[in-house]
């Protein structure tokens, strides 16, 4: 959120590098995926999913364990604190995702890990490009799975220009750059604000352990 004008302002923390990183690879990962699928080349497909996969599981681990301003329960907010957010044209400042924002993250999130369980199962054997566990369905449940697959890419696609615009309406209108704090992971907060309280490397690894052991288990499950 934009600061109030004349208001004492210091650099304040929001975003630490592993939101940053993740938040960016999505970006960079989900037109690949939709290039690869266009074009036939299933094998560089498959292997994006998978990193797209384990970046997910990092993800939602993070929003249980990390970084005060990833967490959940940092920004998930009832839907009377959403509607109350929609309604009033003034906000306060503040660290993290707003009320709406915290709503989109999760349906981007659960849109996206629902596309990666699908694509895991989706696929045609005869034209050989199946995901890595279409052996374990049958025939007819692996067609659904495809077209399932191609809707909700669909429905990412809307997620991705609601985002989008929502950037650009508060870029135009509310003069707030949020692209620049996703960059930089920090902004001007007025003083006082209470910042990002960063998590211990160690639940990063962590996560990251867990993310390497889910993408091992689908790989064993495709030999």
Not at 58 to 76: K, N, P
Not at 163 to 176: E, F, M, P, S, T
Request: hydrophobic share 50%.
């Amino acid at each position: 959120m934009s600061s109030r004008p004349g208001a004492e302002t210091v650099r304040t923390p929001l975003w630490d590098w592993p939101v940053r990183v993740i938040h960016w690879s999505f970006a960079a990962l989900i037109p690949a995926l939709w290039w690869t699928a266009e074009n036939g080349e299933m094998g560089w497909h498959t292997s994006i999913g998978t990193v797209l996969m384990q970046l997910l599981v990092i993800r939602v681990l993070w929003g249980f364990v990390g970084s005060s301003t990833a967490r959940f329960s940092g920004f998930v907010r009832g839907p009377g604190a959403v509607l109350e957010h929609l309604q009033s044209g003034a906000h306060e400042p503040t660290a993290g995702h707003n009320p709406a924002g915290g709503w989109s993250v999760l349906a981007m999130l659960g849109l996206m890990a629902l596309q990666v369980l699908l694509g895991l199962f989706s696929g045609d054997p005869d034209d050989g490009t199946t995901g890595p566990l279409n052996h374990l369905v049958s025939s007819s449940t692996a067609s659904r799975m495809t077209d399932l697959h191609g809707i909700v890419f669909y429905l990412i696609l809307v997620m991705i220009v609601l985002h989008l615009g929502a950037i650009l309406y508060y870029r135009v209108i509310k003069r707030d750059n949020l692209i620049a704090p996703m960059l930089t992971g920090s902004r001007a907060m007025p003083a006082g604000t209470t910042g990002m309280v960063k998590a211990p490397v160690w639940r990063l690894i962590a996560c990251v352990v867990a993310a390497w052991l889910v993408g091992w288990i689908v790989w064993v499950g495709a030999a």
